[in-house]
C-alpha cells in the first residue's frame, strides 16, 4: 500500500514558478499583481505559488513570439529540423514524468496511477508530430493553366495562442504546442492557474534543449489576460480547450481580426445501448470511464439510453458498480477515484445533484461528499435514472462523477435523444451487431463515435467536436493543417529542387 504522505513531502522542484517563461528565459513579473496559490485537492493545503501576468508581461510575450516567427529563421527551418526539437521536448518530458504526474494528481485529483500512464504517452505524441516531419505534403505540385509548373506550398500560420484547462493541461498543451512548432509557428501558451506545474516543466525543459528565444512563451494569469491575448492583432490563431460558453466569446473576439482557431470545447456525449447488448459489460464501462478523472473530462459519456424495457435493470447494475469505487486519496494505491479540483467545482457539482432531484430524476447511488473523506474536494460517484431527456441534468456539462440514464421508446427515439442537446463531442453505441451499430453511429451527431467502449482517439486520426462542441479538429494530419496556410505558387519553371 502506497503512504501518500511519500509524494506530499516532496519540495517542489520547479526552476522559477515566480517567474514567467519568454523569449528564451525566465522573467520576473513586471507589475505586482499577487501570485496564484496552487491547492492539494485532497488536502485542501497550498503546496506552491506562480506568478500572475498582468497586461505588460502577455504584451512582453506576444512580441517575443512575434520577433521569433518575424525575425528568426525558426518558420524556414526545413520541418526535419524543428523535428529534432520536438524529440528532444520528448525525452525531457520522459525524464521528468513522475514529477509532472505528482503535480497532476497534487492539483486535478486523478489517482497517480492513471496519471503516471497519461504522463508516460504525452511524449508519443512530440515522436508521432516529429515523424510526420518526413510524411507530410508540405509541398504539393498542382497543375494550372496559368503556368508553366505550379504548387500548393503548406506555410505556417503565425503566432500562436495556446489556452489550456485545469483538467489535463499537459496533454491539451501538447495537441496545440507539438503541431505549432512543427510547422514553424511559435507559441505563448497560457497556462490555467489552478494547474500550471507540469506546463512549467515544460518550459524549463524547453530551455534546457536550447529550443530558440520566442518560440515558446509560458505565462500564467487571469481572464484578462487571455482575452487580451485573443484579441491582440498579432496574434494569427488560437488554440483553444475549454467551456464552451468561452469559446464563443474566442471565436468573436478571433474574429475581429480575422485571426483563425481551433476550439475544443464541453460536452454531454451520450452512450447508446442497443437492445442485443450485456447490460453488465456496459456498467463496467461506464464505470470505468466516468471516475478516471473523477469526471473531470469533456468526452465522458455522462447521459446513458437505454430501452425502456431494460432502465431498471441497468440502472441497478450501474449503481451497484459505482457505489463499489473505491473513492480516497489518489495516491493510495487501492483508490479508484480522487477529488474533484477545486472547492467551486466540487460545490457546482453537487449543486448540480440538487437539481437532478428536485426536477425528479431518481437517486441511485452516490450524491453527496463521502462521508469518510473529511477534507478535499471529493464526490460521490452518482447515478441518477428516470431522467428526463429534457432536464437539466440531461443537457448541461457537469464536470463531475455524475451520470444520468435516459430511457428510450426504441432506436429511433435513443438517437433523437442522444442528439438532442446543443453539444456533440462524442458519443459510444453498444451493440453485437457491427452493422447496426455502425447504422447509428452515422446518425450521431458528434465528433467521434465509440463502438461498444469509450474511445477517444486524438493522436494518430484527430478529434473534435460539433454544434457546441467546437470548431476544427486537434491530432494526426488535421491537427498540423490547423496550423498552415495554403500558399498557391506560379512559376515559369520549376526550381531546381523539383526540376
Not at 23 to 41: C, K, T
Not at 200 to 226: F, H, M, S, Y
Not at 269 to 298: F, H, K, M, P, W
Not at 492 to 497: K, S
Request: with cysteine; glycine share 8%.
Amino acid at each position: 500500500m502506497t503512504d501518500p504522505q511519500t509524494f506530499r513531502s516532496r519540495s517542489v522542484a520547479l526552476h522559477s514558478p515566480d517567474k514567467f517563461f519568454i523569449n528564451g528565459d525566465w522573467v520576473s513579473p513586471r507589475g505586482d499583481l499577487p501570485q496564484f496559490e496552487i491547492v492539494d485537492s485532497a488536502t485542501e493545503d497550498v503546496f506552491y505559488s506562480v506568478a500572475q501576468a498582468g497586461p505588460d508581461d502577455m504584451d512582453a510575450a506576444i512580441a517575443a513570439a512575434r520577433h521569433a516567427f518575424d525575425h528568426t529563421d525558426w518558420s524556414f527551418l526545413d520541418p526535419s529540423v524543428r523535428a529534432e526539437y520536438l524529440r528532444k521536448l520528448a525525452a525531457g518530458l520522459r525524464a521528468r514524468s513522475e514529477e509532472m504526474a505528482t503535480y497532476w494528481t497534487r492539483q486535478t485529483g486523478p489517482t497517480f496511477a492513471m496519471a503516471q500512464m497519461s504522463m508516460q504517452r504525452v511524449p508519443t505524441a512530440y515522436d508521432f508530430y516529429a515523424d510526420l516531419a518526413e510524411t507530410y505534403p508540405w509541398v504539393r505540385p498542382a497543375e494550372s493553366p496559368m503556368a508553366n509548373w505550379s504548387a500548393v506550398v503548406q506555410e505556417p500560420i503565425g503566432v500562436v495562442a495556446a489556452i489550456v484547462p485545469w483538467n489535463t493541461p499537459l496533454s491539451l498543451a501538447t495537441w496545440k504546442i507539438a503541431p505549432a512548432l512543427l510547422t514553424g509557428c511559435t507559441v505563448v501558451l497560457k497556462l490555467p492557474p489552478e494547474a500550471p506545474g507540469e506546463l512549467l516543466v515544460l518550459a524549463e525543459i524547453a530551455q534546457e534543449i536550447g529550443l530558440p528565444p520566442g518560440v515558446l512563451n509560458v505565462v500564467t494569469g487571469r481572464r484578462g489576460v487571455t482575452e487580451q491575448l485573443v484579441r491582440d492583432p498579432r496574434v494569427n490563431k488560437i488554440g483553444f480547450t475549454g467551456s464552451s460558453e468561452v469559446g464563443k466569446k474566442i471565436a468573436v473576439a478571433a474574429s475581429e481580426h480575422l485571426g483563425r482557431f481551433t476550439l475544443e470545447l464541453g460536452g454531454k456525449s451520450a452512450a447508446v445501448v442497443l437492445d442485443d447488448y450485456d447490460l453488465e459489460r456496459v456498467a463496467a464501462v461506464i464505470t470505468g470511464q466516468e471516475v478516471s478523472l473523477s469526471g473531470q473530462n469533456c468526452s465522458s459519456l455522462t447521459r446513458v439510453v437505454v430501452p425502456k424495457k431494460k432502465h431498471a435493470e441497468f440502472a441497478d447494475l450501474l449503481g451497484a458498480k459505482f457505489a463499489e469505487v473505491r473513492v480516497g486519496d489518489p495516491f493510495a494505491s487501492e483508490t479508484q477515484m480522487g477529488p474533484v479540483a477545486l472547492q467551486r467545482q466540487q460545490e457546482s457539482i453537487l449543486g448540480y445533484i440538487r437539481k437532478g432531484s428536485e426536477e425528479g430524476a431518481t437517486l441511485v447511488t452516490g450524491g453527496k461528499k463521502p462521508e469518510h473523506m473529511d477534507r478535499g474536494w471529493y464526490v460521490e460517484p452518482t447515478v441518477f435514472a428516470n431522467v428526463d431527456r429534457n432536464a437539466t441534468i440531461a443537457q448541461e456539462e457537469i464536470f463531475g462523477p455524475v451520470v444520468s440514464i435516459i430511457a428510450a421508446d426504441d432506436e429511433d427515439d435513443a438517437i433523437e435523444i442522444a442528439n438532442g442537446t446543443p453539444f456533440g463531442l462524442n458519443s459510444a453505441v453498444f451493440s453485437d451487431d457491427p452493422d447496426r451499430a455502425w447504422n447509428v453511429a452515422r446518425r450521431l451527431r458528434a465528433g467521434t463515435v465509440g463502438h461498444n467502449g469509450f474511445k477517444v482517439e486524438s493522436l494518430l486520426i484527430g478529434f473534435g467536436g460539433v454544434k457546441e462542441s467546437g470548431y476544427g479538429r486537434e491530432g494526426g494530419e488535421m491537427g498540423v493543417s490547423a496550423y498552415l496556410e495554403p500558399k498557391t505558387v506560379l512559376m515559369d519553371a520549376p526550381p531546381a529542387q523539383f526540376a
